[in-house]
């Protein structure tokens, strides 16, 4: 192999985000089963395949966008304790599971095997990491081979909040403030939500200190200048921020319906969850309100094939299938390597950016995959290796100039999946309690605060935040959850207008404002100053 | 101050039915947003004075006049689109017949007459159209989100279409 054969870089990067949802005035609530999935069968999986190879040494690289939403949630001991009693809850169905099915040997080795998952899930949750799954991410990254990012405080559709310059800002600078307060160090590289970029977004990334962000390729094909090196080298946004683009093949291998490693017929089936199957007395406890059918997260069946009976999951047939997927992707990764040397100016770098949730959520051997992929890119005879962006643009220099287009990773490529017949009505609300807020925290300026009125105006601004998650518009667009995304759209409004009312009349009533501090308690340090129209930094005015 | 999930329940409700979000705005405005290159969303407010009569009793449609920003000096003579917009409503898409790619648009809304003056109600503010892209086949968006909505699960279970894929 050549020297020039062995040049090139693979960036993997996983986005993890879910939606501030914590329901305090509920004694449960079932979307916030969406933080406890999430925990049990992306990230704990995950921890366990860092801290795997860190144990074998393995000088790997991988990048983890944390959004602030769901670092707050990770940080939540109301959440934490409902998590634990979500996990024993798990647990003690594997536990009847292995009962049920003592005359079904193959099911029984499955169940069994749910249950090792949930014992171990529970030791690494309560045991190792003393419910905070944030210091085993840190512990990564101090050791330098996971680099942590961040995103916008609430995940909001930034071209789409771009009326005004402030509520940009603020999504940028308050996520950063969370990460950083949490993480304990500043991201040196910004998740926009939505890889949605709009030009002149760099601006406010520069003035955050951020050095990279992630675009779809065709941000990067279309910029203002055509990019030499296509989608393999970042461009210099003109300010030193620098945009990396998104692979498509690598993407297209992962993601795709058609062609993507997860729906290969050997993999769990996720559809098929004894949620749905079993007698209605038997999994009762288990699922919503004792007679609504839920995933319960034990599943038996493999994908086997469209329109064919579902036949048993096979773990070591899936593992099989993981290692030789993982090869293929190597492969196709080294193959790009070599083509990509004879034309390029520089060590090409391949970005592959995913959500961390399709890894052991939807596709449960994700994690394992992830490792295998990981350690072959290890491996010191392969022309790949992994690096962090920041590690590629300590070592690469003299980027090319050039601003990307408007873009985002979604459906069409646009905004059209945040802003269409189901969800554009919130638009005009959101850009209105914008415009008040701002209104009113400049009213304010000059004058003695107390501290109750800061208090309300603090509170104000996390309204505004929360409604502007774009969770909310892609929910309401993929009907899903549609009800609760308006119903969460609409109470944000409301405590937003609310606390607008009584602040603009003298009138905040304490008990009222401490019931929206408990419910919305995302931000504490928040500032609402951040609001102020002129004010491009965090000093309060004197 | 303590509070119980109840009085949380309580104060939670009484807000939502008491100041839920309602449209009112006393000026004129007109916002444009982007959507897709060749399409943008305009919402508007013709503002206290206007709007009533002008819904119940003016039989002049809307216009949208929307113009790139680099005409904006002389789009009375040329380089502007007309669009009708329904009186009736405060949002419209806006399709653009022969946009510049990725230019920056801006609008006025008003009512147009037969010499085609705009009398303006609302200008908009500045916005740029996403660039038409090359043909690189889209791959996200294959996998739904983390959600586990109870009908939609059911149903998504009872569509044999595959792992993960909706």
Known sequence: MTDLMKHGFLSIILHAHLPYVRHPEHESFFEENWLFEAITECYIPLIGVLDRLQNDKVPYRLTLSLSPPLISMLRDELLQTRYLKYLHQSLELAEKEIIRTRLQPELQKLARLYRRFYKKTLAIYQDQYGYDLLIAFKKHHTAGTLKLITCAATHGLLPLLNISEIAVRNQIKIGIETFKANLGFSPSGFWLPECAYYPGVETLLAEASINYFFVDSHGIMNASQRPRNGVFAPLDCGNGVMAFARDPASSRQVWSSQEGYPGDQDYREYYKDIGFDLDLDYIAPYILDSDIRISTGIKYYRITGKDLPKEIYNPKKARAKVQQHAQDFINKRQQQIIDLNTTMDRPPIIIAPYDAELFGHWWFEGPQWLECVLRLASNPSNPIQTISCSDYLAQQSDHQIATPSASTWGDQGYFSYWINETNNWIYPFLHKAEAEMEQLVLDFEGLTITSLQKRALNQAARSILLAQASDWPFIMKSGTTTDYANKRITDHLARFNYLHDAIRKNNIDNRYLTALETMDNIFPTINFWDYLPSKKNNESPS | ?166
């Open chain 2, 1 to 166: 101050m303590k509070l119980t999930q109840l009085d949380l329940l309580e104060i939670s409700q009484e807000i939502r039915q008491c100041y839920a979000p309602k449209m009112s705005a006393s000026t004129p405005k007109l916002i444009l947003m982007p959507v897709a290159p060749k399409h943008l969303y305009a919402y508007w407010s013709l503002g206290n004075n206007k709007s009533i009569p002008l819904q119940e009793s003016s039989t002049q449609p809307l216009t949208l006049r929307i113009y790139s920003a680099s005409d904006k000096n002389n789009y009375l003579s040329k380089g502007y689109e007309d669009i009708p917009m329904n009186r009736t409503q405060s949002q419209q898409d806006v399709f653009l017949s022969n946009p510049t790619n990725g230019a920056s648009y801006q609008a006025s809304l008003g009512t147009c007459f037969s010499d085609n003056f705009l009398d303006v109600i609302a200008d908009s503010n500045l916005t740029q159209l996403p660039q038409e892209k090359p043909a690189i086949t889209q791959v996200k968006a294959d996998f739904r989100p983390l959600s586990t909505n109870k009908e939609i699960k059911a149903s998504a279970y009872n569509n044999d279409s595959g792992q993960g894929i909706k």
